[in-house]
Structure formats: structure tokens, C-alpha cells
């Protein structure tokens, strides 16, 4: 009979109760993403096994689980020599002459009557013995068969890599700023995959952007709650903000006024909903706002740790993640966002804290960002 084989980074490096934390959280994101198929979930000494008809449906959804690492289909059979023969010789059969092979025995229990050395020679010999054109290669082989000795015996020849990471939602959370960019789908999906729970917030500046810019950032969330399970998106109105700073501040200290209200704004919308930290997309030097100086005054702005999980990659690295995860043909449609709008002439690139604080002295702050928090829609997707 045909499994899969679920491995997951637990036993490289987790201990003690983390570990129970970590296997708990595991296998409740997988049976939320197998929900409507049908199977059964099995274990035997530590190790997680799927019984499914739908084998590879339900492979390629549990790859996509943040903290399996590795996912591989293998025969199971009685803990019985001549069974574990007759299951290896016609995993070696099924592949080409041609090839090279090596066993590998791992024996879980070691009451089995024979240690893993002696095993795998045996296995060796009756797969040698019984194919033709296939042969042993310690070294490089191109199967490596692993048999793994537990209750029941499990044989496999491949491994597949699954996503890596974290279980969802064990790390905290952070109210990820979520733009219709190439860059925040990116760092949200790096934060989710290190297990931190994402909320999304979107400034919308109605009616200097429009509701096909909003429903960009809404179809990037949705692609996001793809991997996540579900995520809420927040859609904050900025227009008010943006009018009093263009009204009230000098003209090139918009861009990083408007970033430090952005600030201000996520860490009211984070306090409301008790969500720990700020993500954004940012990356050092990637355009004149995103200079150390800019990032250091806008950090100033907030009252909980500010993420950015890019802040040391180069955009083409970026632009490869966001077509892997499938955000980029999204991102990449040309809706304005606001931004673009209030651009001044010659923004300043490196801020002084000391200047803006005084600017900012005009704004009526605390009630502009009271006003926003008021007004936001939340989205479930
Ligand atoms: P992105 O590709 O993510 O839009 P970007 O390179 O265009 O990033 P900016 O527009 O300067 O850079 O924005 C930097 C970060 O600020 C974004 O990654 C995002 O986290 C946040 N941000 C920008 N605009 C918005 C918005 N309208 N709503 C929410 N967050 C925003
Ligand atoms: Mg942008």
C-alpha cells in the first residue's frame, strides 16, 4: 500500500515543549488544508503518514504547508523480511535498467532481528540477484532506497522538497502594510512562512486611487490566504491625511511625513486587534525614500518592532519570490497607488527627526489617525 510521508524541521531543531507546540500547530494547518478530501492521518513512532486515494492531490496541498520540509510516497508493508524483499525488488523493478541503487536501513526499532547494516546487504543482494542492468553505487546512486523499520516497514526511493518554514501562526503576529506593489505581498509571505500571523492594512486615498487599485491589493491578500489559511485586510481611508500634510508641511518632507502617519496608522490598527509588530516592504536604498535615515525616522513613528524581512535583497531576488508564490502578475498590473500621487519635486532623503517632529506640530495627529482607524473596512479573504 502507498502513503505519504510527512517530514517536517521539528527533529533538526526543536526540544521539549516547543516541539509539542510546533506538532500541534503542524497538523492542525494540515488538516485545514486537506479539508474536503478524504484520508486518514497516521503515525507510527514520531513519523506522520497520509492514507489517501488522492494521493497526489493531497501531496502537493501538504507541500505548501509552512513547516514540512520534505514530503515522499512510500510502500508500507508488514515489519517481515521476506515482505520488506518483495516490496523493495518491485520498487527497483519499476525503475529503468540503467540505473544505480543503494539501501539504506533505518531502523527505528531495534528489536528488529537484524541491525541495519546486515539488512541493508541482504535487501542489496536480493535486488542485485533478481533485476537486470541495475547496479550498486555507494557514492552517488540514483536511487537511494530508504527503508525505514518501525511498527509496520516503509520503503521509498524520492523526496520531494516542500515549502520549509514554520506552522502558521506559532511565531506571533504582525500587521503587515500592504500595498499593490511587487515588494509587501513578498515580505508578508516571508513573514507567514517563518509561522507569524498576518493581518493586512492598505491605505486607500478614494478618490485620487481607484476601486481597481483597492481590489489589486485585495486579490494580493487573497493569493496571500492562499498559504495562510485566511487573512483579514484592512482598508484604511488616507485621503484625509494626505490633504492635511499637503496643506500643512513643507513640500519635500511629504513623502516621509505621509510614511511616518503610514506608521502611526499600523500601530493603532495593531493595537486595536492586540497583533505585536509592523511588517513593510521595504529595502534599504531601493528608492530615495527607503534610505537608513528615512527608515529610522519613520520608525520613530510607530510603538512596536517595524519588519522588514527585505531589507537586505536585491529586487530582481524579490521579483523571482513574487513569481514563485504568484503575487508578481498581480503586483505588475499599472494601477496608481497613493504614493505616486503626492510626489514631491525634491524630497528630502535624509530626514532629520529633529526638523519633522517640529513640522509635524501643524497636524492634529492623534485625531487624523483616530479618524482613519475609525474608518477602516475590514475584508476577510
Ligand atoms: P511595494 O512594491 O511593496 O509597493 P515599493 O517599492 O513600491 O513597495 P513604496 O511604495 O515606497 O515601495 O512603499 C514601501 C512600503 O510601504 C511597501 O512595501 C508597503 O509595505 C508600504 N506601503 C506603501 N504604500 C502603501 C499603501 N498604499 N498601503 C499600505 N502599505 C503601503
Ligand atoms: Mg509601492
Not at 520549509?164 to 515580505?187: F, H, K, R, W
Request: glycine share 6%; proline share 4%.
Amino acid at each position: 500500500m502507498e502513503l505519504l510521508l510527512i517530514k517536517y524541521a521539528s527533529e533538526i531543531f526543536l526540544k521539549g515543549q516547543n516541539r509539542g507546540r510546533f506538532e500541534k500547530k503542524l497538523k492542525e494547518n494540515i488538516k485545514n488544508v486537506l479539508k474536503g478530501e478524504e484520508y486518514t492521518f497516521k503515525t507510527d513512532q514520531n513519523r506522520w503518514f497520509i492514507e489517501t486515494e488522492n494521493l497526489s492531490s493531497v501531496k502537493e496541498k501538504v507541500k505548501k504547508v509552512f513547516g514540512v520540509y520534505e514530503v515522499c510516497v512510500v510502500k508500507k508493508t508488514e515489519r517481515d523480511i521476506e515482505k520488506i524483499k518483495e516490496a523493495a525488488l518491485s520498487i527497483m523493478l519499476e525503475k529503468a535498467s540503467g540505473t544505480t541503487f543503494k539501501v539504506i536501513t533505518k531502523r527505528a526499532d531495534k528489536k528488529f532481528p537484524m541491525n541495519s547494516m546486515e539488512f541493508s546487504g541482504l535487501l542489496g543482494a536480493h535486488i542485485l540477484r533478481n533485476t537486470e542492468g541495475i547496479t550498486v553505487d555507494i557514492k552517488h546512486p540514483d536511487f537511494p532506497l530508504e527503508v525505514e523499520i518501525r511498527e509496520e516497514a516503509y520503503i521509498y526511493v524520492s523526496k520531494e522538497k516542500a515549502i520549509g518554514g514554520m506552522p502558521y501562526g506559532i511565531n506571533g503576529s504582525t500587521m503587515l502594510m500592504l500595498s499593490g506593489g511587487i515588494d509587501s505581498p513578498v515580505a508578508g509571505f516571508l513573514m507567514a512562512k517563518r509561522g507569524i500571523e498576518i493581518h493586512s492594512v492598505y491605505y486607500h486615498s478614494h478618490p485620487y486611487t481607484s476601486e481597481r487599485a483597492k481590489d489589486k491589493v485585495k486579490e494580493l491578500a487573497s493569493i496571500l490566504a492562499g498559504y495562510t489559511g485566511k487573512m483579514y485586510l484592512h482598508v484604511m481611508p488616507f485621503t484625509e491625511i494626505q490633504m492635511e500634510i499637503m496643506d500643512k508641511c513643507p513640500e519635500n518632507e511629504l513623502t516621509i511625513i505621509m510614511r511616518r502617519f503610514m506608521m502611526k496608522c499600523a500601530c493603532a490598527l495593531a493595537d486595536k486587534y492586540n497583533i505585536q509588530s509592523v511588517t513593510t516592504g521595504e529595502s534599504i536604498g531601493q528608492v530615495a525614500s527607503q534610505t537608513m535615515e528615512a527608515l529610522v525616522v519613520s520608525d520613530d513613528a510607530g510603538d512596536r518592532p517595524v519588519f522588514r524581512p527585505l531589507v537586505a535583497m536585491d529586487k530582481v531576488d524579490i521579483m523571482e519570490i513574487s513569481e514563485w508564490i504568484g503575487t508578481y502578475e498581480t503586483s505588475i498590473l499599472p494601477y496608481e497607488d497613493c504614493c505616486t500621487i503626492f510626489v514631491p519635486k525634491h524630497p528630502v532623503t535624509k530626514p532629520k527627526l529633529k526638523y519633522i517632529l517640529e513640522h509635524e506640530k501643524a497636524l492634529d495627529s492623534d485625531a487624523l489617525v483616530a479618524r482613519a482607524v475609525e474608518g477602516t473596512e475590514v475584508f476577510e479573504l
